[in-house]
């Protein structure tokens, strides 16, 4: 899916550069890896026979995504400026199997339901969306033949929701599940420098860029526990739900890159770029738990790279 879009925007971007000079339009394939690390821990086993506990944190994998945008700059302006949207996902399940240990939901809802010291074994469906949209304007400054800088200013607005699907069970027929939904939205400004350095007359030169945004962002927070199978109990909730809407508070983002580039002088200027790219949202994971210490609630986004840029 990811490869027939990418495609079909270079065959846009190869019917608009024909039409307008001084516009850039590329897109680059992502291939990263998220981790939340340690706030998503979202289970507890305690051995019943051993003084011993574990806190059980969701190791994503790798994920591919894609970014597209389009940088216009006329012959006559001092400042470039650029659009670019970036979109990624992942999905990471894990399960706790039946065993002489009990298993303590460590999300709100299902801790108070009264269900929790009751559980020997789960399972987890953890996913997240993130989109991204950038406006920014630069400018080339050359510090010399070989290197140039490049200074930012913009806007960047974030969308990254989350979502985790659990179910909880015991020995003697009880089953629940829990369903967690945790929703971000934010927007602010952004600045960061950029630089190029050709090691060498010729078409291929070392790049990096380091970014930062401020922004200032919602999240809506909701988990819903529920009993769907096992013997009633008088002495615990059959549902029980927690929410934290419309929070309104700030955050940080820093984000780096450092790669290479390859320019092809045709007819069209065709630019291609591999490197490695890292993001770091702090305290971006506001989820509900019961045991508040271990939440330092950064979400990262790191790995590779590569893309294509075609200048008329």
């Not at 270079?10 to 307008?20: D, E, K, P, R, W």
């Not at 051993?50 to 994503?60: G, H, K, M, P, S």
């Not at 470039?80 to 298993?103: C, M």
């Not at 200013?153 to 629940?176: M, R, T, Y």
Request: proline content about 4%; hydrophobic content about 45%.
């Amino acid at each position: 899916m990811i490869r027939s879009v990418t495609c079909l925007i270079l065959l846009l971007a190869g019917a608009t550069i024909a039409q307008a000079e001084g516009m850039t339009p590329f897109a680059e394939a992502i291939v990263w890896h998220a981790s939340a690390e340690t706030s998503s821990v979202w289970a507890s086993e305690v051995p019943l026979l051993v003084q011993e506990f574990e806190a059980t944190n969701l190791d994503f994998g790798w994920n591919a995504g894609v970014r597209a945008g389009l940088e216009i700059k006329p012959p006559e302006w001092l400042w470039d400026v650029r659009f670019t949207v970036t979109h990624f996902q992942t999905s990471q399940d894990a399960a706790i199997e039946d065993g002489f240990n009990l298993v303590i939901p460590e999300f709100f809802s299902g801790f108070l339901s009264g269900d929790a010291f009751d559980f020997t074994t789960a399972s987890v469906d953890w996913s997240i969306q993130y989109t991204t949209f950038d406006w920014e304007v630069g400018h080339d400054i050359y510090m010399s033949e070989n290197c140039l800088i490049r200074p930012t200013f913009g806007l960047k607005g974030a969308i990254i929701d989350q979502n985790v699907h659990s179910k909880w069970g015991d020995l003697f027929g009880l089953i629940a599940v829990e369903n967690v939904s945790h929703e971000f939205f934010g927007i602010g400004p952004s600045a960061g420098i950029g630089a190029r350095w050709s090691p060498s007359p010729g078409n291929f030169c070392l790049v990096g860029d380091l970014t930062g945004a401020m922004l200032y962002g919602v999240w809506n927070v909701e988990d819903d526990y529920q009993r769907v199978g096992g013997l009633p109990s008088s002495s615990t909730y059959d549902a029980f739900s927690t929410s934290m809407n419309d929070s309104k508070l700030g955050t940080v983002m820093i984000r780096s890159f450092f790669g290479a580039e390859w320019r092809l002088p045709l007819h069209a200027n065709v630019v291609g770029r591999v490197g490695y790219e890292m993001q770091w949202w702090a305290n971006q994971q506001r989820f509900l738990t019961f045991q508040q210490l271990p939440m330092h609630g950064d979400l990262t986004f790191q790995g590779g790279v590569c893309g294509i840029a075609v200048t008329y």
